[in-house]
């Protein structure tokens, strides 16, 4: 299966100010999906980021409040924008398994965000 | 939306006893996956039992899965202080435009007391 390195590990964030997660995979996947894990509670899928294309958001997300990127088949980035102590969260990226559905998909070590 | 439910949200349990956790989801899927989750970091897959099958075992986790009554439940057992984490079943949809999307259950959190 996929290693991915995702970073910052955690960050503490004035309100108004951004934070762009990053997400390295050790090979090449075709989609990478961005997580959030709200204090307490599960996960929401906040979009899907696709090479060469824009990325896909869920209800309730939207590109300006995220703006993703997708440079290549191994990278993306996550932006959290304009930040406010409801953005405090857990951040996380995911890609699919190779070559089979039948797999579990891999997920990075998660970013922890305050906002203060 | 939050398509799974899980029961119970927090159990807790002595070593060497047995953890039953339950999840419900409301559409058709394709498959459904249990992960675990450390100290609110990483999620680590456990075991995916595909739309078709009704059981599956890996090592000491069993899961099984009922289609008509839209319900998976997942067994630990003996367990250990080092099962202690939050677990989370999640659900890959029927469609093409599905994959990857994984919809997650609420979670349970167990604790193993030495």
């Known amino acids: 299966s996929a290693v991915i390195s995702q970073k910052p590990s955690r960050d503490i964030c004035q309100r108004g100010t951004s934070l762009t997660i990053q997400c390295q995979v050790d090979?090449?996947?075709?989609?990478m999906f961005w997580y959030r894990q709200q204090p307490g509670q599960s996960l929401t899928l906040i979009a899907t980021a696709n090479q060469g294309s824009e990325a896909t958001y869920e209800s309730g997300f939207v590109i300006d409040k995220f703006p993703i990127s997708r440079p290549n088949l191994t990278f993306s980035t996550l932006t959290v924008s304009n930040m406010s102590p409801e953005d405090s969260s857990i951040y996380l990226c995911?890609?699919?398994?190779?070559?089979?559905?039948?797999?579990?998909?891999?997920f990075g070590s998660g970013t922890r965000l305050t906002v203060v | 939306s939050q398509q799974g439910e899980e029961d119970p949200q927090a159990l807790s349990i002595q070593e060497g006893e047995n953890a039953t956790m339950n999840c419900s989801y409301k559409t058709s899927i394709n498959n459904l996956q249990w992960y675990r989750q450390n100290s609110g970091r990483g999620l680590v897959h456990l075991i995916l039992i595909r739309s078709n099958e009704r059981e599956k075992h890996s090592g000491r986790l069993r899961v099984t899965l009922d289609t008509s009554k839209k319900s998976s439940s997942l067994l630990i057992t003996a367990s250990r202080a080092a099962d202690t984490a939050s677990y989370f079943c999640a659900t890959d949809g029927t469609g093409g435009t599905s994959y990857g999307k994984l919809t997650f259950g609420q979670g349970t959190i167990l604790t193993v007391h030495p």
């Open positions: 090979s090449q996947v075709t989609m």
């Open positions: 995911s890609v699919t398994p190779r070559g089979s559905r039948d797999y579990g998909y891999t």
